[in-house]
């Protein structure tokens, strides 16, 4: 999975401290204009429990301290601490084992002239992911080579209509 290296330090100075606190790093960003960027940093909880607003906002203040020990960015930037979404995106080979069997938009680097996928993940082991897309035959596709792999939301309101 691409992360920049910038990216990847933060991960990795969160996830030092994450399992002590019960939650896991989902993914790392850095967005926005070069002189006030913004670090979205996603968090979940290990047990695999949906993670709360109030967990959230518990969590943050490790989580700036984190970021602010390693000080990434010298200028100003803006941290961002929040729940995956519905949109969670997928940086792992156990994410993607995990998330078996839903249906995931990924972007990779360019192969056989083709950059996007959107299908079920239909497999997936340490090194690979293999996508079904309808109607097409199934990929698999490199972990080296994917640049971001999203899930792809669910929007059911019929369930809301019906009063459920």
């Keep these: 999975?691409?992360?920049?290296?910038?990216?990847?330090?933060?991960?990795?100075a969160l996830e030092e401290h994450a399992a002590t606190h019960g939650i896991d790093v989902v993914d790392v960003e850095i967005v926005g204009a070069t002189k006030a960027p913004c670090i979205r940093v996603r968090l979940d909880k290990l047990d695999g429990e949906p993670i709360t607003l109030d967990e959230v906002t518990a969590n943050t203040r490790w989580v700036s301290d984190a970021v602010e020990a390693l000080?990434?960015?010298?200028?100003?930037?803006?941290?961002?601490?929040?729940?995956?979404?519905?949109?969670?995106?997928?940086?792992?080979?156990?994410?993607?084992?995990?998330?078996?069997?839903?249906?995931?938009?990924?972007?990779?680097?360019?192969m056989e002239g083709r950059r996007s996928y959107k299908?079920?993940?239909?497999?997936?082991?340490?090194?690979?992911?293999?996508?079904?897309p309808e109607g097409e035959d199934a990929v698999t596709i490199s972990f080296d080579d994917v640049k971001k792999c999203t899930l792809k939301p669910v929007y059911d309101f019929k369930g809301v209509k019906e009063g459920k």
């Design 1 to 12: 999975m691409f992360k920049s290296k910038l990216e990847q330090d933060i991960i990795d």
């Design 71 to 110: 000080d990434p960015i010298s200028s100003a930037y803006t941290l961002e601490v929040s729940s995956p979404g519905m949109k969670r995106p997928l940086r792992r080979p156990s994410d993607f084992a995990r998330f078996a069997g839903e249906e995931v938009e990924l972007t990779t680097t360019a």
């Design 119 to 132: 299908g079920v993940i239909a497999e997936a082991t340490d090194t690979a992911v293999t996508i079904q």
